[in-house]
């Protein structure tokens, strides 16, 4: 596990909160994940953002998936998913601790269509997505993710 980020039980009120989702589509040999690459700092991704003043965590992760993603790409919250990660940022004013809330949500038509903050897409069977993301806290999510979705046959 890479030593800045550790999976952590719940997350505190006092951490920045972000939310986002874990969004695939259903392929025949099992389900697709969507994961974004950071312009800025090159890590790949699900989807997610930080948390508005006033807004749910869900909210935040149907807001930030529209931002990201394009109001056109139709998007199906999965009921009874939620990973849960937090880990060390440096983001100029100083080290911070992040909590990010992840949903689960199926692609269900539209096109995605990426903001400026990514510069590049992956769709990725599960082995592959796991081998792209660099952070194990992550891996973790993706690896929850499809475990919900096995069980959901």
Same mark, same amino acid.
């Given at each position: 596990?890479?030593?800045?980020?550790? @999976?952590?039980?719940?997350?505190?009120?006092? *951490?920045? @909160?972000?939310? $986002?989702?874990?969004?695939?589509?259903?392929? $025949?040999? $099992?389900?697709? &994940?969507? +994961?974004?690459?950071?312009?800025?700092? +090159?890590?790949?991704?699900?989807?997610?953002?930080?948390? #508005?003043?006033?807004?749910?965590?869900?909210?935040?992760? !149907?807001? #930030?998936?529209?931002?990201?993603?394009?109001?056109?790409?139709?998007?199906?919250?999965?009921?009874? =998913?939620?990973?849960?990660? /937090? &880990?060390?940022?440096?983001?100029?004013?100083?080290?911070? /601790? @992040?909590?990010? /809330?992840? =949903?689960?949500?199926?692609?269900?038509?539209?096109?995605?269509? !990426?903001?400026?903050?990514?510069?590049?897409? *992956?769709?990725?069977? +599960?082995?592959?997505?796991?081998?792209?993301?660099?952070?194990?806290? +992550? !891996?973790? *999510?993706? @690896?929850?993710?499809?475990?919900?979705?096995?069980?959901?046959?």
């Amino acid at each position: 596990m890479n030593g800045d980020r550790a @999976k952590k039980n719940g997350i505190p009120p006092s *951490v920045v @909160k972000a939310a $986002g989702a874990v969004v695939f589509r259903d392929r $025949g040999e $099992g389900p697709e &994940y969507l +994961l974004l690459r950071n312009a800025r700092h +090159l890590t790949w991704a699900p989807p997610k953002g930080h948390v #508005e003043p006033g807004e749910s965590l869900e909210e935040a992760a !149907r807001r #930030e998936l529209e931002e990201e993603l394009g109001p056109q790409a139709r998007l199906a919250f999965l009921p009874g =998913f939620e990973a849960e990660i /937090t &880990y060390q940022v440096d983001e100029g004013g100083g080290p911070r /601790t @992040k909590g990010v /809330t992840y =949903f689960l949500a199926r692609l269900e038509g539209g096109e995605i269509r !990426r903001s400026e903050e990514h510069d590049a897409q *992956v769709w990725a069977g +599960l082995d592959t997505a796991l081998a792209v993301l660099q952070h194990e806290d +992550l !891996r973790g *999510v993706l @690896k929850k993710a499809h475990q919900f979705l096995e069980a959901q046959g």
